[in-house]
């Protein structure tokens, strides 16, 4: 069925990005494996990650990622079969040990799967804390990590902002780094702060050499603050996640 699906999507992408002159660079494209399993690992600061993640996998090498994400998203009337056609993989939060499962399944049959290991978008539009779960399943599957870099998505779709989908002319980056191949004896944490190093420096060479500039003074949202923008700060975004968390579980204790 995936197959059915998968190609649509990507197309549809493809043709909405062009309407747009979305202006996308895809650097490192020559280290997407041709073939086997990998763990596609990507940052995360736009609702539209996902899409472009895979497009840099897609153009790469022609694979078709198989993104881990949250089940509500399976259960929607319109992206749930969608989801579940181009074979996604459904997290339950409360118990993430069959996505687990399924996901170190899908790497053992040659599949690309994908994780943003920061759970959330960061609103600081830096790299926040990574969980651990990528490094272990590409130890668990015997396959690599593949680390991905995305910059100027946010301006598109981000947490907080309105969306702005028919934005004209966004440059967006898509940075895939060299493949990091565990060992046995490698550690899963050690090796999501290795993994999470390597994704700095590239996040730090995107945002260098990116083509975009703020067109004024109130376009300097989409900026983290160590550059110059009006984004919060890691500790000022994580802030404003605790209390968005709170807000949540207050509101389902009183249903």
Known sequence: MAEFVYPPVIAAALTAFRALDCRIEIVGAEHIPAKGGAVLVSNHISYLDFLFAGLGAFKGGRRK?????????????????????????????????????????????????????EATISRSFTLKKFKTGAARMAADSGTPLLPVVLWGTQQLWTKGRPKTLTKRHVPVTIMIGEPIVLTPEDKPVMVTRRLRAAMTEMLDRAQ????????????????????????????????????????????????
């Open 65 to 117: 990622t198989r993104f881990m994400a949250k089940d509500d998203v399976f259960k929607h009337a319109v992206s749930g079969p969608l989801m579940r056609g181009m074979k996604h993989i459904p997290v339950d939060r409360a118990d993430g040990q069959p996505a687990y499962e399924a996901a170190v399944k899908a790497l053992r049959e040659g599949e690309v799967v994908g994780v943003f290991p």
């Open 208 to 255: 260098r050499e990116y083509p975009g500039r703020p067109t004024g003074p109130d376009d300097t949202w989409w900026l983290p603050a160590h550059l110059g923008g009006t984004a919060p700060t890691l500790e000022q975004a994580e802030a404003e996640d605790e209390a968005e968390a709170a807000a949540k579980a207050e509101r389902r204790a009183q249903r």
